[in-house]
């Protein structure tokens, strides 16, 4: 089995908050490594919205992100890109704003 860590920040505005925690989720589950969570001491399994949500990862937070199976670097590299597109609430508030200029 392989193991992969990486240490990410939270970007988007609200941080980790339901929808955030749903999608980090969702994505974990799609493959079959372990993922796990850590921020400040506490690790949470990263399948779980109720533990990702106990972390109470703000904007700016540092997560340790490890993934442990035989997809580990797949599994590691969509849930890091998925955090560094402030799980893709960016692009709404970019949204809203070019909406709003009209």
């Keep these: 089995m392989?193991?992969?860590?990486?240490?990410?920040q939270v970007v988007n505005p609200h941080g980790m908050h339901l929808r955030p925690a749903d999608l980090f989720a969702?994505?974990?589950m799609r493959f079959q490594s372990?993922?796990?969570?850590t921020f400040e001491g506490q690790q949470v399994d990263g399948r779980s919205i109720v533990e990702l949500l106990m972390l109470a990862a703000r904007k700016?937070?540092?997560l340790t992100i490890c993934t442990n199976g035989d997809d580990?670097?797949?599994a590691l590299s969509a849930l890091v890109q998925l955090i560094e597109r402030g799980f893709d609430e960016m692009e709404e508030g970019k949204n809203d704003?070019?909406?709003n200029d009209e």
């Excluded at 193991?3 to 990410?8: F, K, L």
């Excluded at 372990?34 to 969570?37: A, E, F, L, M």
């Design 2 to 8: 392989v193991e992969r860590i990486a240490t990410v």
């Design 26 to 28: 969702r994505t974990a």
């Design 34 to 37: 372990k993922v796990c969570v």
């Design 60 to 62: 700016g937070t540092q």
């Design 72 to 74: 580990a670097e797949e």
């Design 97 to 99: 704003q070019a909406t």
